[in-house]
């Protein structure tokens, strides 16, 4: 399902000079992806690891204390959170274009781990 989700997202995430309703349909996309990611990474540091956790940015953590995620990626993906949850206020023109610029970072990210898990035998 992450896998899907993130596909979505790099639909649209990648555009030069994406119409308004491009970059807020890129925004919903990631808005999904970005639970759809962190849920698998959850999953798989209870099954993997045997770590409990219950928000993104402790998934995160984790995920860089058992080497899933670089210092760099995890200092990106507790970013990636603080955008999502600025996500709601996306009437804001500036926000809304700010997070867009991001997206394609945060695509690239969550690919990256994502492969990591597959390459580890975990199911997505």
Do not use: C
């Amino acid at each position: 399902m992450a896998r899907q989700a993130l596909g979505t997202l790099e639909e649209l995430a990648y555009k030069e000079a994406p119409s308004p309703v491009e970059r807020d349909a890129a925004i919903q996309r990631f808005e999904y992806t970005f639970e759809a990611f962190w849920k698998a990474l959850q999953a798989f540091l209870r099954e993997r690891e045997g770590l409990e956790a219950a928000s993104p940015k402790r998934v995160f953590r984790l995920a860089h204390e058992v080497g899933l995620m670089g210092e760099e990626e995890a200092r990106l993906a507790l970013t990636m959170a603080d955008d999502r949850n600025l996500t709601v206020h996306t009437y804001n023109e500036a926000l809304a274009q700010a997070i867009f610029a991001r997206l394609s970072g945060y695509a690239e990210l969550m690919g990256k781990v994502l492969g990591r898990m597959v390459d580890e035998g975990h199911p997505l």
